[in-house]
C-alpha cells in the first residue's frame, strides 16, 4: 500500500501564521523608545498635576470662609488670667469702658505670630495715647511658652481654653500651609526680621485680631487670619482704634 503523505491538522498554517502576526505586533514591546515615550508621558502628567495642585493651592477656592462674630458672642467668653491662682472672668470686662484691641495667638511659640505680635505692640505708645489697651488670648499654656511670647507682645495676656476667639467656626490650615506662596513671603519676612521659634502647641486653627469699641459700640475691626502668617494691617488698627468712644461715667455726664 502506497504510503500517505503526514496530513496537516486543519488550519494550522494559519495558526502558525497568527503567531508570527502576533510576535511582529508585539515586537514593539521590545523597543527602548516605547518605554522611554511612556515614563515621559507618566512624568509629564505628574509634573501638569502637581503644578495644576500648587496653582489650586495658591488660590482662595478652598480655603475656609470665616464667619464674623457677632459682639453678644465675644461678650460672653470665659477668659482666664495666667496667674497661680486664675480668676475667671467675661471677655466684655476688657473693652466694657475704654474698648481694646485683642489678638487671638495661633500659637506663641510660632515665629510668625511673635512677628505679628511685635508689630501690633508697635502701636502700643499711640494706643496709650489713646486710652486704647493692648491684650491677647492663646488657646492653651504650656510650659513657658506664654512667658517666651511675652518679650514679643506688650500687653496683658489671658486663656481661652474653650477656643471661643478663634470662633465662632474654627478655621485650621493644615499641610497645604506648606505649598502656599503667601506663607513662604511671610516666613521670609519674619526669618529676616529675626524672629524665631518652636513647634510646642497646637498651630493649625487660625487666630485673628479684633478691635472692639466700648459699651455696645460693637465690633470695628475684625481680622481673620487665612494662612500662617497673615497678619493685620498695622494703620487698619489705629483706624478703628480711633473710632472708639470711650464709656463716660455716669458721675461725669452732664
Do not use: T, Y
Given at each position: 500500500m502506497p504510503a500517505h503523505p503526514a496530513c496537516t491538522p486543519c488550519g494550522s498554517e494559519s495558526l502558525v501564521s497568527r503567531g508570527v502576526d502576533t510576535a511582529d505586533d508585539m515586537s514593539f514591546l521590545q523597543d527602548p523608545?516605547?518605554?522611554?515615550?511612556?515614563?515621559?508621558?507618566?512624568?509629564?502628567?505628574?509634573?501638569?498635576?502637581?503644578?495644576?495642585?500648587l496653582l489650586l493651592a495658591n488660590t482662595d477656592m478652598f480655603l475656609s470662609k470665616p464667619r464674623q462674630a457677632a459682639l453678644e458672642y465675644l461678650e460672653d467668653i470665659d477668659l482666664k488670667t495666667l496667674e497661680k491662682e486664675p480668676r475667671t472672668f467675661k471677655a466684655?470686662?476688657?473693652?466694657?469702658?475704654?474698648?481694646?484691641?485683642?489678638?487671638?495667638?495661633?500659637?506663641?511659640?510660632?515665629?510668625?505670630?511673635?512677628?505679628?505680635?511685635?508689630?501690633?505692640?508697635?502701636?502700643?505708645p499711640k494706643l496709650d495715647e489713646l486710652g486704647v489697651p493692648l491684650y491677647a488670648v492663646v488657646k492653651e499654656q504650656i510650659g513657658g511658652e506664654v512667658k517666651d511670647f511675652q518679650p514679643y507682645f506688650k500687653g496683658e495676656i489671658f486663656l481661652d481654653e474653650k477656643k471661643k476667639f478663634y470662633g465662632p467656626e474654627r478655621r485650621k490650615m493644615m499641610f497645604m500651609g506648606l505649598i502656599r506662596l503667601g506663607v513662604w513671603y511671610n516666613s521670609f519676612r519674619a526669618w529676616n526680621g529675626g524672629f524665631s521659634g518652636n513647634l510646642e502647641g497646637e498651630g493649625f486653627i487660625l487666630g485673628g485680631v479684633f478691635v472692639i469699641?466700648?459699651?455696645?459700640?460693637?465690633?470695628?475691626?475684625?481680622?481673620?487670619?487665612?494662612?500662617?502668617?497673615?497678619?493685620?494691617?498695622?494703620?487698619s488698627v489705629l483706624e478703628a482704634v480711633k473710632k472708639i468712644k470711650p464709656q463716660i461715667p455716669a458721675s461725669g455726664k452732664s
Open positions: 523608545s516605547f518605554f522611554a515615550m511612556g515614563m515621559w508621558s507618566i512624568g509629564a502628567g505628574a509634573l501638569g498635576a502637581a503644578a495644576l495642585a466684655k470686662e476688657l473693652w466694657e469702658k475704654n474698648g481694646a484691641v485683642i489678638m487671638a495667638v495661633r500659637r506663641p511659640g510660632c515665629f510668625l505670630c511673635r512677628a505679628e505680635a511685635a508689630d501690633l505692640s508697635s502701636l502700643k469699641g466700648s459699651g455696645k459700640q460693637g465690633i470695628l475691626l475684625e481680622h481673620r487670619e487665612k494662612e500662617f502668617g497673615d497678619r493685620v494691617n498695622p494703620l
